[in-house]
DNA sequence: GAGTCACCCCAAAGCGCTTTGAATAGGTCA
DNA sequence: TGACCTATTCAAAGCGCTTTGGGGTGACTC
């Protein structure tokens, strides 16, 4: 059933149909309910290849992975994320389309979606620094939005992004504040945006308290449950060992919990605990009343819903100037932080 | 650039030049070269719209996410198995399109894909008993394969599964031949196949060893970390409490194990754990050498891999007849499970 | 009763590509 | 030299939709 059929079924011309289903004025009620009640009777849905060379528009969003960060705790962070924007891209009427690319074949795929035009705007996941994606989408005219941001690009550009370095500095502060002074830093890729602002709010936490900085205490490495077991393995070995942890996600957290397991170390009470927290949904962190852990928390879901609209919004007007918004995340106090207390022998 | 420019830029035909960059065979090889260089210098990719609505080819594939599996682990499952398809898609060329719809409109969002013609072929995932979603796609002659199996459909279809069952009773067994008696059984959803499929197995096991059953000792709810707490809770708490667990995921496997702490139990010690583990990238089940958990194991993504391959043969050759390929499991022995042990004191 | 205005509807062009069927060159052979 | 291939190339139709620029019809005004 196409247009042609319909309209000849109905004894009208392709134009009023159209009109009617797009719900132009020029068409009078009754036609219009006769023509949306034959669409629906047909299981008519315009073909979206004909309606997208028509109109332009493929109603249709570009998230593009790069295969690398596939490794990593991202992908279920993607997954989540992209959960959030589903729900606003559906409600529009925009379909997601996701490519998993190779890390050498990102910036070709960008130049491709918008060549083809296959899609009307796309979303940019995990920037590193100096990004190389934001210049090239500026050049190529295509809306998009960062969740996230990069530093070094001057350009301008929409991003989204949690206060990475004020949500680790303030659970550093909050350690410290319990009396830690061996604090263990266990960090994502530096390379990744987010994780370089991280760093820099545990560096300004621990210098606003005059705590020398041990390199020995920090790590950088994908956000795994194994690497949170190394972290913590290596930083509890040390002469003089950390007493708390601050880790870059729950995943992580549950990594360095298991060292101290093996370590017949108590949550809370013998270590302190405390994360970055993207409310990861298969994850939760305890019930709202009785939080686990310490933590950091910005639903990434709820980020993917608001990059969504904003892409929409680029992509409906596309003059409006460049939109910039900052998360705090909220402080959640759980039971993993304790004042310091002395290590159990054992 | 479009075709026409591109062609009047080399003083060819558009009939040429589509032919030259499609690989047809009556275009000498000297033009074919001189048009792809033009192509790549000037980063011509052919309108998607325009190809599609020309071949009848949308070249992607959908991918259609019922809401309400997303609060669950399905979400952490649904982001590797599209990794591991995305891998095939992109060697072919094909896009993926993904959209997240409530329960409610998801059968209508299989009939509008179909008749807007803007997916080849779809995947279908997380297939509950007499999906209906299955009698639908056949009727509608849109090529598919299913993640998963639906009992109680007598259709003939395309699908790749896990043997689930076998998996379970496996490790149930295993935990049999411990001497453990008194097993905890935490399941997923069991309107979904797999979950139902898994009860089976364990019944089976319990049977085939001669223990009865008991009710208290069968969960089935959402595979959440949460989830996974509660069920240990209630099934350490019977006045003939769990010496055992069988767990639907690592994700409610960590659940039970965060009860285990508050209990002092030691794991493998005190309480044995057996999980099915799906091999999440973020969650690896500790070192090949040294797992932590045992397990049935089955890597999620080698199966989107897969579910690619074959929905890709499909619609490349529609008239092939149905494959059905059923996985068996690997059994992992990890620390997590001993002979039985009198509980510890305290 | 002619002119004006809404109101509703239509024919046809055009989006950028693929593909059919035909035309043009360049060689070969009698 | 002209007939006949073969190897290239081309013009034009068509995919299914939107949208431009009219046109007809009745009601209403003067």
Redesign the pocket.
């Given at each position: 059933?196409?247009?042609?059929?319909?309209?000849e079924l109905?004894?009208?011309?392709?134009?009023?149909?159209?009109?009617?289903?797009?719900g132009?004025?020029?068409?009078?009620?009754?036609?219009?309910k006769?023509v949306t009640e034959a669409a629906a009777q047909h299981n008519?849905?315009?073909?979206a290849?004909?309606?997208s060379?028509?109109?332009?528009?493929s109603m249709a969003i570009g998230h593009v992975m790069p295969m690398s960060a596939n490794h990593e705790m991202v992908n279920v962070i993607f997954a989540d994320f992209i959960a959030g924007a589903s729900e606003i891209y559906g409600r529009s009427g925009y379909r997601m389309v996701v490519s998993m690319v190779d890390d050498k074949d990102e910036l070709q795929t960008y130049r491709d979606l918008a060549?083809?035009?296959s899609v009307d705007g796309v979303m940019v996941h995990g920037p590193v620094r100096a990004d190389p994606r934001i210049p090239l989408l500026n050049s190529l005219g295509l809306p998009f939005v960062v969740h996230g941001r990069s530093t070094g690009v001057e350009a301008e550009y929409n991003w989204l992004d949690v206060n990475n370095r004020r949500a680790i500095e303030q659970v550093t502060e909050h350690l410290i504040s319990l009396g830690h002074r061996r604090i263990g830093f266990v960090n994502g890729m530096e390379h990744m945006d987010f994780a370089f602002r991280r760093r820099d709010g545990y560096l300004s936490a621990l210098k606003g308290a005059g705590i020398p900085v041990d390199p020995a205490l920090m790590q950088s490495a994908e956000m795994t449950e194994p690497a949170g077991h190394n972290a913590a393995c290596a930083m509890l070995g040390l002469s003089d060992p950390a007493t708390a942890f601050v880790s870059s996600s729950i995943v992580v957290t549950l990594g360095i919990r298991r060292t101290l397991e093996e370590m017949n170390l108590r949550i809370g009470q013998d270590i302190s605990l405390a994360s970055f927290d993207d409310e990861i949904s298969a994850l939760p962190n305890g019930s709202p009343e009785a939080p686990i852990y310490t933590a950091a928390r910005s639903s990434v879901r709820a980020a993917g819903r608001r990059c969504a609209e904003l892409l929409l919004g680029q992509i409906a007007n596309p003059t409006r100037a460049n939109v910039h918004e900052l998360w705090e995340a909220d402080l959640i106090l759980g039971s993993s932080t304790r004042a310091i207390a002395r290590r159990r022998a054992g």
């Open positions: 059933m196409n247009l042609r059929e319909l309209s109905l004894n009208l011309s392709q134009t009023t149909v159209s009109r009617a289903l797009n132009y004025p020029e068409v009078s009620e009754s036609t219009r006769r008519y849905h315009p073909n290849g004909a309606q060379l028509a109109t332009g528009r060549q083809r035009r």
